[in-house]
């Protein structure tokens, strides 16, 4: 019987140590992985909060698909006010999830607002 071979996306120091271990460390190992795995999917699915995105967001909506949110933002140009303190530009619209134990943002486009600079 041929030992099972280990997936390619498997690093070396693991794929290497893991056949050296004896049962109760292999399902040790299974038991810790498969804790990692649902509290990945756990927190997948939990809406990112406001301390995760950026300062100054005005949070409009949070459900299974993120949590969306408006900004105001400065251009980068340093003639423009923005830059000096006067009004930011937007409010834009992002979307912010969760992509593993990284926190994403979509932009979704200029959301409405009466007193847009730009």
């Known amino acids: 019987m041929t030992s099972p071979t280990p997936p390619a996306s498997l690093p070396d120091y693991i ?3 893991l056949p050296k271990q004896d049962d109760e460390t292999l399902r040790d190992t299974q038991e810790y992985i498969d804790q990692l795995v649902a509290d990945r999917e756990r927190r997948q699915e939990e809406p990112v909060t406001e301390d995760e995105l950026p300062d100054d967001v005005d949070v409009v909506e949070e459900d299974s698909d993120g949590t969306i949110y408006h900004e105001y933002r400065t251009c980068g140009d ?24 990284t926190v994403r943002r979509e932009y979704l486009g200029k959301a409405p607002d009466a007193n847009t600079t730009d």
Do not use: L
């Open 15 to 17: 794929a290497d140590g």
């Open 78 to 101: 340093d003639t423009c006010q923005c830059m000096s303190g006067g009004p930011k530009h937007g409010p834009y619209a992002y979307r912010a999830y969760r992509d593993g134990d």
